[in-house]
């Protein structure tokens, strides 16, 4: 009984002995393991700008009436008169200008009848967009298609809806332009001569509705053909500019998300990437 027992203390001792020449075990930290997505994202500096600006110019050369619109006005398309302009003396036109008149007509009328077809396209993809959306919106309710492809979709519509915006934009200046050619070459006697009375002067009303952005010509002056008198805007039609570097630049594409912070606001601004300019 007694060698049992010193054989099982001389086991224990021996296993003391070994667990005492062991190293010391290493404190680590621990976390429960999920699986995820891993974001990737280019922090910079941008400003916001607006989106379509347009230019308001005279159309031949006159007297500018002084204009009273300041920066910031409110302006309705078809509606607000931006500019007057008076014949001068002796005519509003000479034959020079009457040529760069009718000119300036026809290279208008030549843009208003190109954007047609680009209109119409425009418009059918936009519809086709749509559609594509309401499809694949209503597959991924029912399991049956990946959020890859409705976010692809997205994308696919916020691009034809802007290519649309951007066309009926263009259509609406070409037009304004051609009435704004055609008007003075109404106000331009065959002759050479014009009536210097308020009947013969042109007035220049807003193409678009939105706001002054900037009065080139405040007072009273001659202006000579293309001379800038206005330029407006909408304010509510916004975007960003961001100039990042070119390693950035190569690894964002269109449809990316955008987090806009400091802004002014408590919560950040969603977006996404319309454009990478080169």
Do not use: C
């Not at 003391?16 to 974001?39: F, I």
């Not at 910079?44 to 204009?67: F, M, N, Q």
């Not at 951007?166 to 051609?178: P, Y």
């Amino acid at each position: 009984m007694r060698k049992r027992v010193w054989i099982i203390a001389a086991f224990a001792a021996i296993i003391s002995g070994w667990m005492a020449m062991q190293p010391s075990p290493v404190s680590v930290d621990v976390a429960h393991v999920e699986r995820g997505t891993m974001l990737l994202t280019v922090t910079d500096d941008g400003r916001t700008r607006i989106r379509e600006k347009y230019t308001v110019s005279a159309p031949l050369a006159a007297r500018l009436v002084r204009i009273d619109l300041e920066p910031g006005d409110r302006i309705e398309a078809g509606e607000t008169p931006l500019a007057v302009l008076q014949p001068t003396n002796p005519a509003l036109l000479d034959p020079r200008e009457l040529a760069e008149a009718r000119a300036r007509a026809s290279s208008a009328e030549a843009r208003l009848n190109q954007l047609e077809p680009r209109l119409t396209l425009a418009k059918e993809k936009l519809n086709f967009a749509e559609s594509e959306l309401g499809r694949l919106r209503q597959l991924e309710a029912r399991k049956s298609t990946s959020s890859n492809e409705v976010d692809a979709a997205e994308l696919e519509f916020d691009s034809a809806s802007a290519n649309y915006s951007d066309v009926v934009f263009a259509q609406e200046i070409a037009a304004f332009e051609l009435q704004l050619a055609k008007a003075a070459l109404e106000h331009t006697a065959i002759d050479g001569s014009a009536d210097a009375t308020d009947s013969r002067q042109l007035p220049i009303v807003a193409p678009i509705t939105g706001q002054v952005l900037r009065v080139f010509q405040e007072s009273a002056t001659v202006v000579t053909p293309g001379e800038p008198l206005l330029e407006i805007g909408d304010p509510s039609d916004l975007e960003v500019e961001v100039d990042v570097l070119s390693t950035d630049a190569v690894r964002i594409r269109p449809g990316a998300a955008v987090f806009l912070e400091n802004w002014g606001g408590a919560e950040a601004l969603h977006g996404k990437v319309r454009l990478v300019e080169p």
